[in-house]
Structures are given as C-alpha cells and as structure tokens.
C-alpha cells in the first residue's frame, strides 16, 4: 500500500504553523526541541531527520474536511495533537530509558534527562496556549477535549508502568491501558477539526469512536513490532519490549493462559539481570508458539474493522471517510 497523500498534504499544511508554535519556547528550549523534531543536529545546523508519520494532524483536518469544512480550520487541533505526542514521547524515553528514536539518539540521551523533561513540559504548555490563544467557543471546547485526552493518555502511561510490576496480567487490562495510552489522543485527533468546525456532537462523537478504536489497532501493531520488528524500520534494537520486560499485548496474552508456556515466558521475565540474546529469542519463540502474536494481530483487525465500520454510513463526507479508510489501513498494516 502506497503512502497515503493526506500525510504529505498535512505536513504541508501543519508544519509552519508548528514550527512557529515551537519558536515561541524560551530561547533555552529552542535547540532541544529543534532537535526532537528532526529539524537540527545536536549543535544547531539545520537537518532534516524526519519527524514520524504526522499521524495525529492528519486525523485532524480529514475531521474537518468530513463535516464539509476546510481542512485549515483544524490547524490549531493539528498543532496541539502532535505538541502533546511529542511531550509524551520525549517523556516516554526517559521513562523507558530509550536511547535511540527515529534512528538517532533520543532527547535525553543527547541534551540530559532535565533538559528532556522540561522541554516535554513546555511542549504541553504550548498545546493549549496554540488552541486557546484565540478562544472562541469552538477553541474552548477543543481544549476542553485535549485536556480530558491527556488526562486519559497519562493514566494509561501510569497504567503501562503498573502492569510492568505485576506477575499476571490479561488481555482486559492490557486493552484498558491501551485505550488510554494511545486512543484517547487519537480519539481526539480524529474529531478535533470537528469541534473547531462547530460540527454536531454526533459527528464529533463518530469521528472519536473511529481515533479511539484505531488507536487500539495501531497500538496492537506496534506491540508487535516491539518485538519482531524490524530495527531499520523500527528505529530500535530487535525484541526491545521483551529486554524491557514490558506487559504488551502479546505477552500479556501468553502470561494469563495459564500453561507450561505461561509458566517460563513468566520465569524469563522473573531473571535476574538483563536478559540475553538468546533469552530474548527465546521468549519470541514462546510467544509466537503459544498464539500470542497470532492474537494480537487479530486484535489489530477487530478494532481496525470497528474503526472503519464507526465512519460508514454515518453521513460524513464521503471524499473524507475514503481518506480516513485509507490512512487506518495504512498505518495498521505495517510489516514486523
């Protein structure tokens, strides 16, 4: 599947006003969050690293464009979604002690972890000052929203930390988190244009539910990917989840069927020390044996199908809903 335009038409679109957003930080932010953003090296020359798909803008103005809008309306929503991911994921490396993003060293790796975590919060900050600083009804409402979704997204972060601890965990719970995590943002992504356009409250809900279940799915495939995912693609070492021990679905899946699989996929993560190379393939081969990685990709399709079906009929711009069809399958269908 080709790469869908909607991502190059956004990029276009959004990337002057992010990039003016980002100019707005005290000048001691400047070169740090630049070099989040792929935009310079470590020591200020300009580059161009890549900034991930730029996902959330996109779902962004297509929710405009679905309730009759231009896609410009949505540019502050476009803005603050992808403001709030990259805080998220600035926060997220130094959590995980990720040193390596997008193939390059992460923030902290790079700047340190205070200067990492006060850039994330200033990246937060600056999400609502870019929807609120014209605040009309429709802005209000927007950041009202994105308020309700980062309260949501850092619960389930909070939640992601609390499974890592636990000896047993199923799929219920793992789906819970995940709804919070990596849904509630793409909820609101997908409906924001909506909101700033003064659409109906049942569009905007149709638009959420759609962001919401495929958050699910996109985050059923990075599971997936966090474990037999290419590190040319991925940007990170092979079955990096499973040297992080981390609870992700298709771990979760085998450590709660109660078997002998269960019983030593539980006593690899129980090791003392870091786990081997040959520790980690062998925890691979545990779960992909034991249906693990064959249920999460099931659980990618089940709620990529409960996306696609959330915006099918419902009234939307037709021209609109093909791009949203278009950009959930492209980014549920990625290779591990």
């Given amino acids: 599947m080709g790469t869908p335009a909607i991502l190059e038409r956004a990029r276009v679109l959004v990337e002057p006003s992010l990039t003016g957003a980002i100019d707005r930080l005290a000048d001691q932010l400047l070169l740090p969050a630049r070099y989040h953003f792929g935009w310079v090296e470590a020591d200020g020359t300009p580059c161009d690293a890549g900034s991930g798909k730029g996902l959330r803008p996109a779902l962004a103005l297509l929710s405009a464009e679905a309730v009759g809008a231009e896609a410009s309306v949505a540019l502050p929503g476009a803005v603050a979604a992808q403001l709030v991911h990259d805080f998220s994921l600035v926060h997220d490396d130094i959590i995980d002690g990720d040193e390596e993003r997008r193939h390059r060293p992460t923030l902290w790796a790079t700047f340190g972890v205070d200067e990492a975590v006060i850039v994330g919060d200033a990246l937060h900050n600056l999400a609502f000052q870019v929807l609120l600083d014209k605040p009309t009804p429709e802005r209000v409402a927007a950041a009202a929203g994105l308020a309700r979704a980062t309260t949501a997204m850092i619960a389930g972060q909070a939640a992601d930390m609390a499974l890592d601890d636990l000896s047993e965990v199923d799929l219920e719970a793992c789906l819970a988190m995940e709804a919070n995590k990596t849904g509630a943002l793409l909820g609101f992504s997908a409906s924001v244009g909506a909101v700033l356009a003064g659409a109906p409250d049942a569009h905007v809900a ?113 021209s609109a809903v093909g791009e949203l069809v278009e950009l959930a399958r492209f980014v549920t269908d990625r290779d591990f």
């Fill in 206 to 318: 149709v638009l959420n539910y759609y962001g919401r279940q495929l958050g699910l799915a996109f985050q059923a495939v990075d599971d997936l990917l966090g474990i037999w995912g290419d590190p040319a693609v991925t940007g990170k070492a092979a079955g990096n989840d499973l040297r992080e021990r981390k609870k992700s679905m298709p771990v979760a899946l085998v450590l709660s069927a109660g078997n002998l699989a269960s019983d030593e996929l539980r006593n690899l993560y129980e090791t003392d020390g870091e786990l081997t190379d040959s520790q980690v393939d062998r925890a691979a081969a545990l779960i992909a044996d034991a249906g693990g990685r064959d249920g999460t990709l099931s659980e990618a399709r089940r709620h990529l199908e409960e996306a696609l079906a959330a915006v099918d009929g419902t009234g939307l711009v037709p």
